[in-house]
């Protein structure tokens, strides 16, 4: 399965966005999906996650009660929304697929990745 993340842009401080992970080649609905990001400088982390059906869905501390994962499976696609954005959330952020239905934080877990798309948050 591909991935395709998008949505990525420049961002003022306190405004929110949208990415979007899509995926092609097969569904990923029987599959968990993720997301991480990289910030310049530092290693990828993980963001959150969001079961197959969406009704289980796991947060990293530093966004939670900011940003909101949720997926369409009739679109095959899985949305971050991103609330309230702080400098410190500047990052290319990637979507991947993990190979069960649900998944936790460790990236080991996730089969297939997006190539990333760039988030910046200005003052």
């Known amino acids: 399965v591909q991935l395709q993340a998008s949505g990525g842009g420049l961002v003022q401080a306190g405004g929110s966005q949208r990415l979007a992970c899509s995926a092609s080649?097969?569904?990923?609905?029987?599959?968990?999906v993720g997301w991480f990001r990289q910030a310049p400088g530092k290693e990828r982390e993980f963001v959150a996650t969001?079961?197959?059906?969406?009704?289980?869905?796991l947060y990293a501390d530093s966004v939670k009660g900011r940003f909101t994962i949720s997926r369409d499976n009739a679109r095959n696609t899985v949305y971050l929304l991103m609330d309230s954005l702080k400098l410190e959330d500047t990052a290319v952020y990637y979507c991947?697929?993990?190979?069960?239905?649900?998944?936790?934080?460790?990236?080991?877990?996730?089969?297939?990745w997006g190539q990333g798309t760039l988030v910046t948050v200005s003052s």
């Open positions: 969001v079961s197959w059906a969406g009704r289980d869905t």
């Open positions: 080649g097969r569904t990923f609905s029987n599959n968990a």
């Open positions: 991947a697929a993990a190979l069960r239905a649900i998944a936790g934080k460790e990236q080991q877990q996730y089969r297939y």
